[in-house]
Nanobody, 114 residues
Protein backbone atom coordinates (compact mmCIF):
# COMPACT_ATOMS: atom_id res chain seq x y z
CA UNK A 1 0.00 0.00 0.00
CA UNK A 2 0.97 3.60 -0.56
CA UNK A 3 0.03 6.28 1.93
CA UNK A 4 -0.01 9.86 0.74
CA UNK A 5 -0.06 13.05 2.78
CA UNK A 6 -0.60 16.41 1.15
CA UNK A 7 0.46 19.77 2.53
CA UNK A 8 0.94 23.34 1.42
CA UNK A 9 -2.62 24.50 0.95
CA UNK A 10 -4.03 27.62 2.48
CA UNK A 11 -5.48 31.02 1.79
CA UNK A 12 -3.86 32.99 -0.99
CA UNK A 13 -4.77 36.18 -2.78
CA UNK A 14 -5.62 36.18 -6.48
CA UNK A 15 -2.45 36.24 -8.52
CA UNK A 16 -0.49 34.51 -5.80
CA UNK A 17 1.36 31.21 -5.84
CA UNK A 18 1.49 28.06 -3.78
CA UNK A 19 3.56 24.91 -3.78
CA UNK A 20 1.73 21.79 -2.73
CA UNK A 21 3.59 18.73 -1.52
CA UNK A 22 2.57 15.08 -1.53
CA UNK A 23 4.72 12.87 0.66
CA UNK A 24 4.53 9.13 0.10
CA UNK A 25 5.03 6.51 2.78
CA UNK A 26 7.79 4.76 0.89
CA UNK A 27 9.91 4.95 -2.20
CA UNK A 28 8.18 6.46 -5.20
CA UNK A 29 10.75 5.32 -7.72
CA UNK A 30 8.72 2.30 -8.75
CA UNK A 31 5.36 4.06 -8.74
CA UNK A 32 4.15 4.34 -12.31
CA UNK A 33 2.25 7.59 -12.03
CA UNK A 34 1.55 10.26 -9.46
CA UNK A 35 -0.47 13.37 -9.82
CA UNK A 36 -2.97 15.83 -8.57
CA UNK A 37 -6.70 16.15 -8.89
CA UNK A 38 -8.81 18.96 -7.58
CA UNK A 39 -12.41 19.11 -6.48
CA UNK A 40 -14.14 22.44 -6.25
CA UNK A 41 -17.37 22.86 -4.26
CA UNK A 42 -20.27 21.37 -6.18
CA UNK A 43 -18.07 20.17 -9.03
CA UNK A 44 -16.63 16.89 -10.16
CA UNK A 45 -13.09 15.90 -9.37
CA UNK A 46 -10.76 16.76 -12.24
CA UNK A 47 -7.23 15.79 -13.07
CA UNK A 48 -4.91 18.79 -13.19
CA UNK A 49 -1.47 17.25 -13.57
CA UNK A 50 0.36 13.96 -13.51
CA UNK A 51 3.92 12.76 -13.76
CA UNK A 52 4.97 9.37 -15.03
CA UNK A 53 7.90 7.40 -13.62
CA UNK A 54 10.09 8.29 -16.60
CA UNK A 55 9.50 11.96 -15.89
CA UNK A 56 6.99 12.88 -18.57
CA UNK A 57 4.19 15.17 -17.48
CA UNK A 58 0.63 15.91 -18.51
CA UNK A 59 -1.52 18.89 -17.64
CA UNK A 60 -5.15 19.77 -18.02
CA UNK A 61 -5.67 22.34 -20.75
CA UNK A 62 -7.25 24.73 -18.27
CA UNK A 63 -4.05 24.96 -16.20
CA UNK A 64 -1.27 24.71 -18.76
CA UNK A 65 1.34 27.37 -18.26
CA UNK A 66 0.39 28.00 -14.64
CA UNK A 67 1.17 24.66 -13.02
CA UNK A 68 4.33 22.63 -12.75
CA UNK A 69 4.43 19.12 -11.37
CA UNK A 70 7.69 17.59 -10.25
CA UNK A 71 8.92 14.66 -8.22
CA UNK A 72 11.86 14.20 -5.88
CA UNK A 73 12.53 10.50 -5.60
CA UNK A 74 15.07 11.04 -2.82
CA UNK A 75 12.37 12.65 -0.68
CA UNK A 76 9.53 10.42 -1.88
CA UNK A 77 7.61 13.58 -2.64
CA UNK A 78 5.70 15.04 -5.56
CA UNK A 79 5.18 18.77 -5.81
CA UNK A 80 2.67 20.98 -7.57
CA UNK A 81 3.66 24.58 -8.13
CA UNK A 82 0.63 26.73 -8.88
CA UNK A 83 1.08 30.28 -10.13
CA UNK A 84 -1.32 33.10 -11.00
CA UNK A 85 -4.03 31.67 -8.81
CA UNK A 86 -7.62 32.66 -9.52
CA UNK A 87 -10.66 32.50 -7.26
CA UNK A 88 -12.06 29.70 -9.44
CA UNK A 89 -9.03 27.61 -8.52
CA UNK A 90 -10.40 27.29 -4.99
CA UNK A 91 -10.66 23.55 -4.37
CA UNK A 92 -9.41 20.62 -2.40
CA UNK A 93 -6.31 19.38 -4.14
CA UNK A 94 -5.80 15.64 -3.85
CA UNK A 95 -2.68 13.65 -4.57
CA UNK A 96 -2.90 10.20 -6.11
CA UNK A 97 -0.51 7.41 -6.97
CA UNK A 98 -1.08 4.56 -9.37
CA UNK A 99 0.92 1.48 -8.39
CA UNK A 100 -1.12 -1.55 -9.31
CA UNK A 101 -4.03 0.21 -7.69
CA UNK A 102 -4.95 3.84 -7.17
CA UNK A 103 -4.14 5.41 -3.83
CA UNK A 104 -5.33 8.79 -2.59
CA UNK A 105 -4.36 11.31 -0.01
CA UNK A 106 -6.96 13.19 2.02
CA UNK A 107 -6.38 16.46 0.22
CA UNK A 108 -5.28 19.97 1.03
CA UNK A 109 -7.58 22.96 0.72
CA UNK A 110 -6.56 25.87 -1.47
CA UNK A 111 -8.65 29.00 -1.07
CA UNK A 112 -8.08 31.90 -3.43
CA UNK A 113 -9.69 35.05 -2.16
CA UNK A 114 -8.95 38.70 -1.59
Amino acid sequence: QVQLVESGGGLVQPGGSLRLSCAASGSIESIYAMGWYRQAPGKQRELVARIISGGSTNYADSVKGRLTISRDNAKNTVYLQINSLKPENTAVYLCYAFHGACYWGKGTLVTVSA
